[in-house]
């Protein structure tokens, strides 16, 4: 029988075991609660980054911790913008306290090795900043070999992957909010999430080269898309969830060998 990777699942000695006993890493997905389009359920950004985790575990002998599932407030040009209706997120403060109280537990627990794997792109520099503070705090009560890596997991979509994805040509990261690659992954994954009858037809969502706060909600696309998923297929998301999963298989081994070897 496979072995269970989701930390959720484990009773507290089994979890114990794989902590001190066989040093497992220990993978953590971050997300966020926030419109898809009309055609997706909300929590693309949570489901996506676990189950990549998961099927990284299950390579790697690791585990999975149950996700992080809000995140910081969407950006109108990445996200559409905190201001549409289901979108519900946290101040980066919040955010960042979170990501630092989550890493210490794990090292209370004897965990060494962990990685977060981030789903939503707002997130990023507010959980970098949870990960210094973790850090600190750390090395102040004189654990120094606690090691994180932090990934994203779309930055291992390949080029050679991008031009089979869109062979008329890939709009850019900023506007695939709700668009083809998010839309792939959720027909592959969990496909009674997605209804394609609902898909909005329209061009890519264009803006200002600058931020205007509060958001002027014409700026975005009535869907909440910033691009269409009419191309999305299954096909196309089993495509990119191997690619992302071989991505971040390598990469785990790479940044945790480097660092050793750096410590040295």
């Given at each position: ?9 484990l ?47 299950r ?95 779309w ?35 969990h ?14 969502a ?19 898309c ?39």
């Open positions: 029988m496979e072995a269970k990777v989701s930390i959720g699942e009773a507290w000695p089994e979890y114990s075991r794989r902590v001190k006993e066989e040093a497992q890493i220990i993978l953590i997905p971050i997300g966020a609660l926030e419109q898809h389009g009309p055609h997706m359920s909300m929590n693309p950004d949570v489901l996506l980054p676990t189950a990549i985790s998961e099927a990284v575990a390579r790697i002998g690791a585990m999975v911790a149950p996700a992080i599932a809000y995140g910081y407030k969407s950006q109108q040009k990445s996200g559409g913008g905190n201001h549409l209706c289901g979108t519900t997120s946290l101040d980066g403060n919040t955010l960042s306290l979170t990501v630092k109280d989550v890493l210490k537990e794990f090292a209370r627990h004897g965990a060494r090795k962990l990685c977060l794997v981030n789903g939503h792109f707002e997130n990023s520099m507010f959980a970098v900043e949870g990960v210094d503070l973790a850090l600190r705090e750390l090395r102040w009560e004189g654990i120094h070999d606690f090691q994180v890596v932090m990934l994203s997991y930055d291992f979509v390949t080029e050679e992957t991008i031009a089979k994805i869109y062979p008329e040509g890939f709009p850019g990261w900023a506007v695939e909010h709700g668009g083809v690659l998010e839309t792939s992954l959720m027909l592959h994954l496909p009674h999430l997605v209804d394609m009858s609902c898909v909005p037809q329209h061009a890519a264009t803006f200002a080269p600058y931020d205007v706060f509060p958001p002027i909600p014409e700026w975005t696309p009535a869907s909440g910033l691009s269409s998923a009419a191309a999305a297929s299954a096909e196309k998301g089993a495509l990119l969830h191997e690619v992302c999963v071989a991505g971040i298989t390598s990469a785990m081994g790479e940044a945790f060998d480097a660092r050793e070897k750096a410590a040295r």
